[in-house]
């Protein structure tokens, strides 16, 4: 993997994509109360009842990623009716994360202009300059940007072996790569698997649909929880240490996000606050940042969040410094967006 002089590495947490727009896009520990703000939960009562019982915790005060976590890799439901019953709830908290983060209205009338011309301004640069996003976020932001003002596509700027619908042979991997790439570490919601592979992690062949990419992410009213026309669920991981390890393809991406690391010399983490649920991240971010800038030098990586505090500060350069002490990390209390505008990429 080679780097422009001017590429850099950016990685996204979901609070850029709130930054965007907070009501679009809420923070993950208030995913379940937009749902239930939205009315979204009126008819699952098994799952308001399993919060209730599980955690004792009020399903609109409950933090998604711990819900998720637990269903996803629940050691006490390996068989029988709780297994089942366990396994629709996590269909559930898919068909809400769907329902809210796959709003197809990506530029609403709340959202500010400003904000509209910097991702266009960013996603012109990310293709010049042949940079590269690892994302965390399930959300189509950026990709709306960039298939909007560049000539990115999915089918290699994802760095996925993808099959298209209805189809035993995977896209043609001779492709030419245009400008960058976007490493999706946690899923997508336009990455698609059958109904019934839904919970089989060890699954590799994921289907991406090109000529409606438009329509492969899901719309505010459906009713079967599936994509609208080919009958697909969204592949999709929760922050859970080990469970995406047992998928090839995944872990190959993994390792490429961590060569991704170890080559540019800057680096920029917008909106990721390394939730503690997280720990694959941490050990990405610690293997990925021995390495030195291959420019020589320091590597520079800024990290970017209004609120972080100063244990976390003290966390994140800890790990980042911890196999090159020349690491110099900077920290930006700030807005993402208004970070990126920052960078005054319109002068690219």
């Not at 727009?21 to 009126?42: G, R, S, V, W």
């Not at 904000?115 to 994302?135: C, G, P, R, V, Y």
């Not at 500060?313 to 196999?323: N, V």
Request: glycine share 4%; aromatic share 14%; net charge neutral.
């Amino acid at each position: 993997m080679k780097t422009k002089a001017n590429s850099r590495l950016y990685i996204f947490g979901a609070g850029l994509s709130h930054s965007y727009n907070k009501d679009i896009f809420p923070l993950t520990n208030n995913l379940i109360k937009k749902a239930f703000d939205l009315k979204l939960l009126e008819k699952k009562e098994t799952l308001r009842a399993f919060v209730s019982d599980i955690f004792n915790e009020s399903i609109d005060n409950i933090n998604f990623e711990k819900v998720a976590s637990f269903l996803y890799n629940n050691p006490f439901s390996s068989e029988g009716e709780p297994k089942q019953t366990y396994d629709l709830l996590y269909i559930e908290l898919i068909s809400i994360i769907s329902l809210i983060y796959g709003n197809p209205n990506l530029v609403s009338a709340d959202t500010e202009k400003w904000k509209i011309d910097t991702l266009n301004a960013f996603s012109t640069h990310f293709q010049k300059s042949d940079s590269t996003i690892i994302s965390f976020n399930y959300d189509l932001l950026i990709e709306h940007y960039l298939q909007k003002n560049t000539q990115w596509n999915p089918i290699y700027g994802y760095h996925m072996p993808f099959y298209p619908p209805f189809s035993y042979q995977p896209y043609n991997d001779h492709i030419q790569r245009i400008g960058g790439s976007i490493l999706k570490l946690h899923g997508s919601l336009n990455w698609g698997l059958p109904p019934e592979e839904i919970l089989n992690a060890k699954y590799e062949k994921l289907i991406l649909d090109t000529e409606n990419y438009s329509e492969t992410i899901f719309r505010t009213k459906y009713d079967s929880l599936y994509f609208t026309n080919n009958k697909l669920y969204p592949y999709l991981i929760p922050p859970v240490a080990g469970k995406i390890y047992e998928n090839f393809i995944m872990r190959n991406l993994w390792r490429k996000a961590k060569a991704a690391m170890q080559i540019y010399p800057e680096i920029h983490i917008i909106g990721y606050s390394l939730p503690e649920s997280d720990t694959s991240v941490e050990f990405l971010f610690r293997l990925g940042s021995k390495e030195t800038a291959p420019f020589g030098g320091q590597k520079i990586i800024h990290i970017v969040d209004p609120c972080i505090r100063n244990d976390k500060e003290s966390e994140f350069e800890t790990i980042l410094k911890a196999g090159n002490s020349k690491n110099l990390v900077k920290i930006h209390k700030m807005d993402g967006m208004e970070y990126l505008k920052s960078l005054n990429y319109q002068t690219d």
